[in-house]
């Protein structure tokens, strides 16, 4: 692994163990951390992979905690590959993203792996449900009751994603060798 590489996957475990600090409930740096990966490696699968490995740190330390008594909130939970497989969708989406500047674009990815996350979650939570009836109207239930808890979801994806974007810019003007070399240098124009 080269320097960016791992100056950029540093970055990410750092957004993942924000968990542990406090925080309103859903507010977390899941999403970000799949865009941002997918839009900043160079390797479509090391912007998969390394997200997800850290989204599963952060978890197994939050299951430490859990059982050390430190925390009520457990890290390992039946359900949780689902997160995993959703987080992986949206890196996989966001990855015809990767190399932008463009804050619109960072910004509207970001959105959409919000928008991805609510709804390919709750309707995980209505197929495994027993609360919910496997009808249309217990589906539309299901993402009513989701809805209160997508406004943090959103706003923490687009904090995280304007944090972890803002960061790595800033580290580029600091350490101009990891800043990534234009994909097709035919296209780069000399001023």
Known sequence: MNKRSLALAGLIVLAALSRFLPHPANFAPLTALAVFGAIRFRSRWAGVIVPLLAYMLSDLAIELQYRLGQSSQ???YKGMWVNYVIIAIIALMSSFARGTRSPLTIGATTLTGSVVFFLLSNFAVWVGSTTYPHTMAGLAQ????????FRNTMLGDLTYAGALFGVWALVEVVYPALRSAPARPDLVRES
């Open 74 to 76: 457990w890290g390992i």
């Open 142 to 149: 299901c993402y009513a009751a989701g809805v209160p808890f």
